[in-house]
């Protein structure tokens, strides 16, 4: 079966061929019929051959190396997969266990052992939290997740990173010190608190591991002009002068029977240096300068001293940062599942939409495309929501307009806009064309293809971003017109039933309702959204003239939802609040909202 | 009452699941420790099997094998099947994606609203 994909892979060169194969029987023809002198011609058609042929084989070549490449990835997913596994299967058993025990639903235990237990609760979510930030950081080094910046000092972080170390410093009989040389506005920078936190306690781990007992592991803290430095100084054994380097390759260890005596991963310092690089700044390791304080007598003894460097920040207020698409340009811009039953074009286009910067998921049938959807919709999956669905027309099996269909058909996913690739006018197929909300042309450049995606994500993104349920249609116009002026886009609903029809017709990014709704609609409205996949965790600003008791709070939860009475907020105050629930919810497009 | 069957090799999380669920929403609670047990508890406890949680990472039967073997039996083929696992890569939900289970659960679950999120996921209202 020819698939439309190798039709397109295959149409272009033969459609060349044929045309160089037809000039070259004209030219024959002329030459025999002119008789005269046809060297110079064929030499420069022989030359043209060739040249043909080189660009056809550096295309081929091309080719497999993205497929090669994404092999790779494949073996790499899979690796991250079983690890992720082997770690999340005993914290399930200690969750669950700590989880009823400190809920008290076993029975009481004293204050003691109930604050023990929380401690135990509180660093087994962080443990889960760890893991999935090291899973994230595998996607941050392919590119594709974004720092969560914020103006931070080096010096907190050091000292809550001790802290949480103190207890495994206590246990090896290491004392640890902090000392700070920068003066008290200098030791600001730019900076992810949970990632440099990462690193500090990994780095700390390390020291405490490899340290002598009663021997001490300083942290110091110093600036230049435009760098923060934090040095980690051990007294252990020591790192030979040529694996200095090496240690921060993945699985390096100094000596093999480190990983099983030490209990580490071989992964800690590899995973340090992707985090400060992502940062902008630099690590490295040094052998500590001979007679240093606490170094013992013989050479290989003397420790290690681990530097990082950062740029300093500049910034007066500690407000995240605002333009950190400029300053990382691989952010991801949405995930883009590409549907094709083609692996090459789907590898191709994959690959493309990465180099810009989006997340993409490949999937090669109709059907594959419709359950991806479904669960990504309906389950809270750490994985961001779909942004847009690049499909195919022919495909074997479910073809692209029924794919198309039943996509539109489901609640859950009718608001993904999808985009269609084919070698077909959209024209000639006005049911597809109506149901799409984008259609390239195959053979497609980069450049129509990411235009029409952006097109199209635009064009999702200006539709209404607020839904405003208000029963009394003055306070509406009030309201809307004052959004409309902060350049936010909102939709008014005065019944039940419309918000239900402008829900469906595209899920708002959040949702206003003041309880004016009659016959306790409100309620049902609530109820009726937290059933629909796309809308059960939707943001909601719930407005009322009366306090609201609660249990109606309890019914009347969605995702984050914030409960405010007429009686003690401003309207200006009600605006400033949801602008700035917009903006977050802007800002953390590649979240789920959970 | 609902009754639900857990499958899952590890003891320690068939204990807490189970425990969650019996303290949390009161229903009854059946374990298994392989795919074929799992399945031989199914038939046996059919009437008023409400649900089963399915482990996915088993030795020898692992969880999609256990749930098409149960598909194929018309006695139990009907009771909606959980996948609860630990397997929470989207290499790996690709691959659930095309099981056509009732729903997939992550662990490390949360003992007090593992319950809801099963409640929720099959559309029930007690």
């Known amino acids: ?594 | 009452m609902r009754r639900i069957l857990i499958i899952d090799d590890e003891d320690d999380i068939r204990e807490v699941a189970a425990l969650s669920l019996e303290t949390i929403a009161g229903w009854e609670i059946i374990t298994a420790g392989s795919g074929a047990d799992g399945i031989r508890a199914a038939v046996d406890f059919k009437p008023g099997l409400d649900a089963v949680l399915l482990d996915v990472m088993m030795p020898g039967m692992d969880g999609p094998s256990t749930f098409r073997l149960m598909q194929q039996n018309p006695a139990i083929a009907g009771i909606p099947v959980l996948l609860l696992t630990a397997k929470v890569q989207g290499v790996d939900r690709r691959r659930f994606a095309g099981l056509g289970v009732a729903a997939v659960l992550f662990k490390p679950f949360n003992p007090l609203t593992l319950a809801s999120q099963i409640s929720e996921a099959l559309g029930w209202k007690d």
């Not at chain 1, 009600?574 to 700035?580: G, K, S, T």
Request: charged share 25%; aromatic share 4%; with cysteine.
């Open chain 1, 1 to 594: 079966m020819i698939t439309e994909g190798h039709r397109r892979m295959s149409l272009f060169p033969s459609a060349f061929i044929v045309l160089l194969l037809t000039t070259v029987c004209l030219l024959t023809i002329l030459t025999l019929r002119l008789g005269a002198r046809s060297r110079n011609q064929r030499r420069k058609l022989d030359s043209l051959d060739v040249e043909l042929k080189r660009s056809r084989e550096q295309g081929e070549q091309q080719k497999k190396k993205l497929v090669e490449r994404s092999g790779l990835d494949n073996v790499k997913d899979e690796f991250i997969s079983t690890v992720s596994h082997e770690l999340r299967t005993p914290l399930t058993s200690i969750r669950g266990a700590l989880g009823l025990l400190s809920s008290g639903l076993l029975g009481n235990v004293d204050a003691k052992a109930q604050n023990l237990l929380r401690i135990a609760s509180s660093n087994t979510e962080r443990l889960i939290r760890l893991i999935n930030d090291i899973l994230d950081l595998e996607r941050m080094e392919s590119g594709r997740a974004a720092l969560n910046l914020r103006r931070c000092s080096i010096y907190d972080l050091a000292g809550e990173a001790m802290d949480t170390m103190a207890g495994m410093a206590d246990a090896a009989g290491v004392r640890l010190e902090l000392s700070c040389s920068a003066p008290r506005d200098s030791i600001y920078f730019d900076s992810d608190p949970d990632r440099i936190l990462q690193v500090l306690t990994n780095l700390l781990s390390n020291a405490i591991k490899f340290s002598p007992p009663a021997s001490k592991v300083s942290i110091q803290i110093e600036a230049n002009l435009d760098s923060l430095f934090l040095k980690v100084i051990d007294r252990g054994r020591g790192i030979p002068a040529d694996q200095l380097e090496s240690v921060f390759d993945r699985f390096q260890q100094v000596e093999s029977s480190d990983s099983t005596r030490k209990g580490g991963t071989g992964l800690g310092l590899a995973i340090c240096r992707s985090i400060i690089q992502q940062h902008g700044g630099a690590i490295w390791a040094q052998p500590n300068p001979p007679n240093q304080n606490g170094a013992g007598p013989e050479q290989g003894a003397r420790g290690t001293t681990l530097w990082v460097q950062f740029s300093r920040s500049t910034r007066a207020s500690d407000a995240p940062l605002p333009p950190l698409a400029t300053r990382f340009a691989r952010r991801g811009k949405g995930l883009i599942v590409v549907c094709d039953d083609d692996p090459g074009v789907r590898v191709v286009v994959a690959e493309q939409l990465r180099q810009h910067g989006y997340d993409v998921i490949e999937a090669g049938s109709g059907e594959e495309v419709i359950t991806l959807a479904h669960e990504q919709a309906i389950r809270q999956a750490p994985t961001p929501p779909i942004s847009a669905i690049l499909l195919d027309l022919y495909m074997p099996g479910l073809s692209g307009s029924e794919t198309l269909q039943q996509l539109k058909g489901a609640t859950a996913t009718a608001a993904i806009p999808v985009i269609i690739l084919s070698a077909v006018a959209p024209t000639e197929r006005p049911l597809c064309a109506a149901n799409a909300q984008g259609w390239v042309r195959k053979p497609f450049s980069e450049e129509l293809l990411l235009a029409e995606l952006g097109r199209v994500l635009e064009t999702r993104d200006a539709t209404c971003q607020i839904l405003l349920v208000e029963g009394d249609q003055k306070v509406a116009e009030a309201m809307m017109a004052g959004f409309e002026e902060a350049g936010v886009r909102i939709g008014h609903a005065s019944t039940f039933q419309k918000a239900v029809d402008q829900c469906l017709a595209g899920p708002p990014g959040l949702l206003i309702l003041d309880l004016t709704l009659p016959d306790g609609e409100d309620f049902t409205l609530v109820d009726w959204l937290r059933r629909q996949p796309a809308l059960h965790a939707l943001p909601m600003v719930v407005y009322s003239g009366r306090d609201i008791s609660e249990g109606e709070m309890l019914k009347l939860r969605l995702g984050p939802t914030q409960f405010l009475s007429k009686a003690k907020v401003e309207f200006g105050e009600v605006e400033e609040l949801v602008l700035a629930m917009v903006d977050r919810l802007r800002g953390s497009a590649a979240v789920p909202v959970a």
